[in-house]
């Protein structure tokens, strides 16, 4: 039995990642745009750990992430940078990954869905076996009532149960073997419960590395590190010539495991001059016809051929053999009768050809469609991150101008650089100088300290030093502007 596999991989980040957990987990409690979940299937479902993530990201950035922080600390020590760059400049493995300090999410990890055959071809496997299933409508309904989808369910529990089993040895199997050093998976989900055929999602953490030794956070980074070409098309060809294969032969493995009588031979689809599955299925059938169409031909040629020289025969020895003659003749309307019946099949199969293209055009325009709705999904989707971006910017600059307007109020108290980056950073509470003389009794810190000094002190604090400090303050954030 013929099948594809494919692999189709795409960068993430973190948070990328956790959204793609809670869209393949399927969980009934969610609301998911993915409406062709079967809910009675989840129980197929299967998830499996394969590499711990954090150990994964130690492994790739902690040495690199240490020598950094090491590097402040031996700056701060000899007093080239403050305390307030350095703390904020710091960062942790997991803060480098998901972004601080006002930098981008790495797309640290790669998303990969992993699929053996197509939903065709798996209900092809399911008549091979034997199995009972019935077939049930998936996703939305036109008006006439005709779903979006049909796919094979199984009936019988136990089948049900082997049926999971294969898929899952044969993903999870894959999985594994395609991890390696450069490449790590994480994870790996079988989903059997969508409107599709079986196939499985795995995370993996990119483990490359830059031309300088830099660790490399992005999925080419780690292909080079596999392959060595500087083409990352090559890479990702070498990837797959490698990969797909290993797919059908987990496959066989798991089936023979099973003791399933089920036996894949690997084709492509997507390399030049070839086609899709279920047009290749129907061409390779329309040439086995043709075949015997034309073995058919040939021997109807052939007696034809030797009817006529019989009838040429017959013509030259008519005067003595007008009986047989007329025999002869009765032969010849039966075989233009057996013509007839051969040309009224030939238009039929016609007929059913154009049927099947037919319905290959119609899945085509389907697919075409969905396509041209994930397309735009997606494009609100980056709409929708580019607002929360530039929100989070202005946010960080606010918090930046209020920082900078309570540092210059304690600085009017002559108080030293420590008093001022633990009020503005909020670090530690202090009293405030009271107008009268003293201290308050009560200690503040960042804006409360900043509104508590000019509420005591009106005299110090009078309206044109306030507007001092808010223009100062406005010109410092426009300054920081500038340097970003």
Not at 120 to 135: E, F, H, N
Not at 196 to 215: E, I, L, S
Not at 425 to 445: A, C, I
Request: glycine share 4%; proline share 2%; charged share 35%.
């Amino acid at each position: 039995m013929e099948a594809t596999s494919t692999i189709d991989m795409r960068p993430a980040t973190s948070s990328e990642m956790r959204a793609y957990t809670r869209h393949i987990e399927h969980d009934p409690n969610e609301t998911h745009a993915n409406k062709m979940i079967v809910e009675s299937d989840r129980e197929l479902n299967r998830y499996h750990v394969i590499n711990d993530e954090k150990t994964a990201l130690n492994d790739q950035y902690k040495n690199y992430i240490d020598s950094r922080n090491a590097k402040l600390e031996r700056d701060f020590n000899e007093n080239k940078i403050s305390l307030e760059q350095y703390t904020s400049r710091k960062q942790s493995v997991d803060e480098y990954i998901r972004g601080s300090n006002g930098s981008k999410e790495k797309k640290a990890y790669t998303s990969a869905v992993l699929t053996v055959a197509d939903v065709d071809t798996q209900r092809d496997m399911l008549d091979r076996l034997g199995w009972a299933y019935k077939m049930i409508g998936v996703g939305k309904q036109d008006k006439n009532g005709k779903y979006e989808n049909y796919r094979a369910q199984l009936t019988d529990n136990d089948q049900r149960e082997t049926w999971a089993q294969l898929w899952d040895m044969t993903y999870t199997q894959t999985a594994k073997d395609i991890s390696n050093e450069s490449l790590r998976a994480i994870s790996v989900m079988t989903n059997l419960d969508e409107g599709g055929g079986a196939h499985a999602h795995v995370g993996f953490v990119n483990m490359g590395h830059t031309d300088k030794g830099k660790p490399s956070t992005t999925l080419n980074g780690a292909l080079k590190a596999m392959y060595g070409y500087k083409d990352s098309r090559a890479n990702l060809r070498q990837f797959r010539a490698t990969c797909d294969p290993i797919m059908i032969a987990n496959f066989n493995k798991s089936a023979e495991a099973l003791g399933l009588d089920l036996h894949l031979d690997m084709v492509r689809t997507r390399e030049a001059g070839s086609v899709d599955m279920p047009t290749y299925k129907a061409t390779k059938e329309k040439e086995a016809e043709l075949k015997q169409y034309e073995a058919a031909l040939d021997g109807r040629k052939k007696h034809l051929d030797k009817r006529e020289q019989e009838a040429d025969q017959r013509d030259q020895e008519a005067d003595t053999r007008e009986q047989e003659q007329a025999e002869k003749q009765q032969e010849l309307v039966g075989q233009q009768e057996y013509i007839r019946l051969i040309q009224r099949d030939t238009e039929r199969t016609n007929r059913e050809s154009k049927e099947r293209e037919k319905k290959i055009k119609e899945k085509e325009e389907q697919q075409a469609k969905i396509d041209e709705r994930q397309a735009k999904t997606d494009e609100r989707q980056t709409k929708r991150e580019n607002r929360l971006n530039n929100i989070w910017t202005n946010v960080q600059a606010q918090a930046d101008s209020i920082k900078h307007f309570v540092k210059r109020t304690v600085a009017i108290f002559n108080l030293g650089e420590k008093w001022q980056n633990d009020i503005a950073n909020e670090w530690m509470e202090y009293p405030v100088p009271r107008e009268k003389g003293g201290l308050t009794k009560e200690r503040y810190t960042g804006c409360d300290w900043a509104l508590t000094a000019i509420h005591e002190n009106p005299k110090r604090f009078t309206a044109t030093v306030v507007k001092d400090l808010t223009t100062q303050n406005k010109k410092k954030a426009k300054d920081d502007d500038l340097e970003l």
